[in-house]
Every structure is written in structure tokens, then in C-alpha cells.
Nanobody, 117 residues
Framework: QAQLEESGGGLVQTGGSLRLSCVASGHVFSMNFMEWYRQAPGKEREFVAGINWSDSERYAASVKGRFTISRDNTKNMVYLQMNSLKPEDTAVYYC???????????RGQGTQVTVSS
């Protein structure tokens, strides 16, 4: 059984919305931070959004105001609501479980998000 599994990616037009979901196994979901990263072709992996057990959220400047991260502790789920999508948001999005900020021990297989212009 995968410890982290993402879903919800797809193809969307500029300005559209997608909601990514990530389900985590129990011990993985108990880690301090759940974070989303993304990696576009030919580019380095970059932080997108993170949330901790106090529901404190943080975002990359490039997505702030358009993306929202949330968690459902009853279902071991983390979500990334993505609105006003742009072609530059095109990437594989990964769900991560982290013991510290940007110190992530677990990562899912990723889900592809493609935004057409």
C-alpha cells in the first residue's frame, strides 16, 4: 500500500480549476507538515503549499491567492484547490509528508497537471 497517493490531476484550460487530493497512511499523515511540491519539465522541484497540524498554511508567492491547501484529519487527506490556473502551473504535483519545513521523508508518485493556453 502506498504511503502517499495523489489524484485529481488532468488537463484544464487557462483560468480553470482543479482540486488535487492526497491520501496518506496513518503514520505518514501524523508527520508535522503536509506539503505540495511540483516539478515542470526541465525545471527543479519547487515548493507550492504546506499545512501543519495547527492548520497554519504557507504558499509559494507564485500561487498565493489562487491555490488553497487544506486537510481532513478524519480521512487522512490533504487537498490542493487550484483556481485561476495558468500555463506555467503545468507540472507534476507531488504530495509530501515532512518532519520539518522542506524536510520531507515521504513523497507520492505525483499527478500530472496540464494547463492549456
Amino acid at each position: 500500500q502506498a504511503q502517499l497517493e495523489e489524484s485529481g490531476g488532468g488537463l484544464v484550460q487557462t483560468g480553470g480549476s482543479l482540486r488535487l487530493s492526497c491520501v496518506a497512511s496513518g503514520h505518514v499523515f501524523s508527520m508535522n507538515f503536509m506539503e505540495w511540491y511540483r516539478q515542470a519539465p526541465g525545471k527543479e522541484r519547487e515548493f507550492v503549499a504546506g499545512i501543519n497540524w495547527s492548520d497554519s498554511e504557507r504558499y509559494a508567492a507564485s500561487v498565493k491567492g489562487r491555490f488553497t491547501i487544506s486537510r481532513d484529519n478524519t480521512k487522512n487527506m490533504v487537498y490542493l484547490q487550484m483556481n485561476s490556473l495558468k500555463p506555467e502551473d503545468t507540472a507534476v504535483y507531488y504530495c509530501n509528508a515532512c518532519s520539518g519545513l522542506a524536510d520531507c521523508e515521504y513523497r507520492g508518485q505525483g499527478t500530472q497537471v496540464t494547463v492549456s493556453s
